[in-house]
């Protein structure tokens, strides 16, 4: 058995090491998915969403490497610095049970996907084969390949045809944490309400214009906000067994109010706020203590502004921090972005007020995932820019810890914002994201 077979082995011996069911992911309309590995590899494994079995997977005797620019020269053959995977294969439920169905729903198959990609969470590429015994493999088949969560092997032109009818696909890594295969295709990806509606047609250009004390600027016009209170990205962390969750901010209190600071009825959200804003701790970094209707007043200012999208964190729907996600061309940091801003950079201002939830772990999850969201969120956003102070230390180490490029930018004083930018770029920003998230 090769070094892939055995390292599946091991992984499905972790995942069960008595046989049983094993639970890997929450998806983000929490259904609770499972596996119940054989065991050896050459055996199916089961995958459950909800305890009813939705597809299997079992290891071939065969290795595949995804070869590309060295298709078509001398070196096609010998490209062994390129990793070889073992290849699974695909099943439908009715493999283990006669009376189950012989065929994966769309939202099914993009499951199974995610479970591999959890498992298998180090392979840039899983390579598989849909059964024949899937009665529906061909419209599964054109799933993959159309959304682009796999392709076929690297060809020459004249060779594309081939290629295409051979059963085996490619499934990748970084188109999967892009959000391939989920918007317009099923409602089970990790956006959430508009902002999916608005991932799968993407907001109209059209210019626009703000002139504050500040700012001004041209800039696309940007899209309505969410509804107070709705929730706009859900995602499963794996290495800490909950659910993070980005809410737009619920100023009015849509839900049961609370009482703050002789207030009755006051939302959850303004009086969560509120209290972390007078713990020494957060306004030690942002320095906005003081009374609820400061507060109010200052959350509303920004639901006002276009160009801001203030966001409740949580953690398993206990709120932990809170995040202010921008547009930088209409910002004032705007003319001290090396090269210049472009139409869709995006910042971020974050928290994290609840001191049980602080911690390098915890916070490079919340973190890389407001980038994941941010990406998700508009295919035409290439940048995240962050601007902590020099003097920052744990905030930069944690922007380089999810992919972040580091620049340094003198700032006056009197613009309140710091010396510091970081600057993900296009491509670093969406291999290192897709990586970081996929690896928690």
């Not at 010396?419 to 296009?426: E, G, K, M, S």
Request: proline share 8%; hydrophobic share 40%.
């Amino acid at each position: 058995m090769d070094s892939a077979n055995r390292r599946l082995n091991a992984i499905q011996r972790a995942l069960a090491p008595n046989g049983g069911w094993k639970r890997v992911l929450v998806l983000p309309d929490h259904a609770r998915v499972d596996v119940s590995p054989a065991p050896d590899a050459a055996q199916p494994t089961n995958i459950a969403i909800e305890g009813t079995v939705v597809g299997l997977f079992r290891t071939l005797p065969r290795s595949l490497a995804l070869i590309i620019s060295a298709v078509g020269t001398p070196h096609e053959k010998t490209a062994d610095h390129v990793p070889k995977f073992s290849l699974l294969e695909i099943l439908p439920p009715a493999a283990v049970d006669a009376s189950a169905p012989a065929t994966i729903s769309i939202p099914d198959l993009w499951a199974i996907v995610y479970t591999l990609h959890t498992i298998l969470h180090t392979q840039e590429t899983i390579p598989i084969v849909l059964s024949p015994d899937i009665q529906n493999a061909a419209k599964l088949s054109e799933y993959l390949l159309v959304s682009g969560l796999a392709r076929k092997r690297h060809t020459l032109p004249s060779d594309t045809a081939t290629a295409a009818a051979e059963p085996e696909h490619f499934l990748l890594r970084e188109t999967f944490w892009q959000g391939a295969g989920t918007v317009s295709y099923h409602t089970r990806g990790w956006l959430r309400g508009q902002c999916a509606q608005l991932a799968g047609a993407p907001f109209p250009y059209t210019q626009s214009f703000t002139r504050t004390p500040l700012v001004i600027a041209a800039h696309p016009l940007r899209p309505p906000k969410p509804r107070p209170g709705e929730v706009i990205y859900r995602r499963w962390i794996p290495s800490l067994g909950q659910m993070l969750e980005f809410t737009y901010f619920d100023l009015e209190g849509h839900g049961p109010g609370v009482e703050c600071e002789g207030e009755s009825g006051v939302s959850l959200h303004l009086a969560t706020f509120h209290r972390w804003h007078n713990s020494d701790h957060v306004n030690r970094g942002w320095g906005e203590r003081g009374p609820l209707e400061k507060h109010r007043a200052y959350v509303r200012d920004l639901m006002a502004d276009p160009c801001v999208l203030p966001v409740m964190m949580s953690w398993d729907s206990e709120l932990m921090g809170y995040a202010e996600m921008v547009y930088i061309k209409e910002n004032h940091v705007a003319p001290y972005v090396p090269g210049g801003a472009w139409d869709y950079d995006r910042g971020l201002h974050v928290l994290v007020g609840e001191e049980k939830f602080r911690g390098i772990h915890r916070s490079k999850g919340w973190f890389a995932n407001i980038h994941h969201f941010l990406f998700l969120s508009d295919p035409r956003t290439e940048r995240v820019i962050g601007e902590p102070k020099a003097a920052n230390a744990a905030v930069i180490r944690l922007s380089e810890a999810v992919g972040m490029n580091v620049n340094t930018v003198s700032v006056p004083a009197e613009m309140l914002v710091s010396n510091r930018v970081n600057v993900a770029d296009t491509e670093g920003r969406r291999y290192s994201t897709s990586r970081t998230s996929g690896r928690r």
